[in-house]
């Protein structure tokens, strides 16, 4: 029996999800969440199999559940973690890749296709719907854009990041969570290839980046 927990801000997409999954004989909903905060609470006190993700959890971020998945990746990297979003975007499935995610699948899915997601990634394998493993293959080959470059919400972290912002700071400014903030920072940190936040803006300013 897989347990599964699903994560979403839309409670009707959640039952509906819910009522399709729970025909499978070996799937079982264990759990529900609607926003980060509530996903951690839940996973922790479930231990599901695996965690279904929906990357936008709020109002202010597309990325929210990025950031989500990065945490549960550090808190409990047994649970497998799928993505389940409307974003097809080359460098957001490898930024998923990257923050922990097994698999990624485009919300149009039919139901075969997500069931089969679900057990690839309770089997600890990768799933992948056709489009986002396209975008998977293209990443590997190098035809995507270079690592370095930075995503419009990383350049509006690191402009705040310039000014000595915290996280929570930075989070309360943008309308996202200090974790998501913080995995920005990181992914900044990462792509700049520095080690610190100081290095990562004096390495911006030196590259004529702010």
Do not use: W
């Not at 799937?27 to 965690?51: F, H, L, M, N, W």
């Not at 929906?54 to 989500?68: Q, Y």
């Not at 047994?78 to 890749?97: K, Q, S």
């Not at 057990?119 to 995507?144: H, I, L, N």
């Amino acid at each position: 029996m897989t347990r599964l927990v699903l994560i979403d801000d839309h409670a009707i997409l959640r039952q509906g999800m819910r009522s399709i999954l729970e025909r499978e004989p070996d799937i079982e909903v264990v759990g529900q969440a609607a926003d980060g905060a509530e996903a951690r609470a839940v996973v922790a006190s479930t231990s599901p199999d695996v965690a279904i993700v929906d990357l936008k959890l709020s109002a202010g971020s597309e990325l929210e559940g990025l950031g989500l998945c990065a945490a549960l990746t550090a808190e409990h990297p047994d649970v497998g973690l799928l993505v389940l979003t409307t974003f097809l975007d080359e460098e957001l499935v490898v930024e998923a890749m990257h923050a922990g995610a097994r698999g990624y699948v485009v919300k149009d899915v039919d139901t075969t296709e997500l069931v089969r997601a679900i057990r690839a990634v309770a089997a600890g394998e990768s799933a992948f719907d056709a489009r986002s493993a396209a975008a998977v293959v293209r990443s590997m080959s190098g035809r995507t854009a270079p690592r370095e470059s930075l995503t419009s919400r990383e350049m509006d972290v690191l402009r705040l990041l310039a000014t000595g912002l915290s996280n929570g700071a930075i989070g309360e400014r943008l309308y996202i969570s200090a974790t998501t903030a913080k995995f920005h920072v990181s992914n900044i940190m990462r792509k700049l290839q520095v080690a610190t936040r100081a290095e990562a803006v004096y390495a911006a300013s030196k590259r004529g980046i702010i």
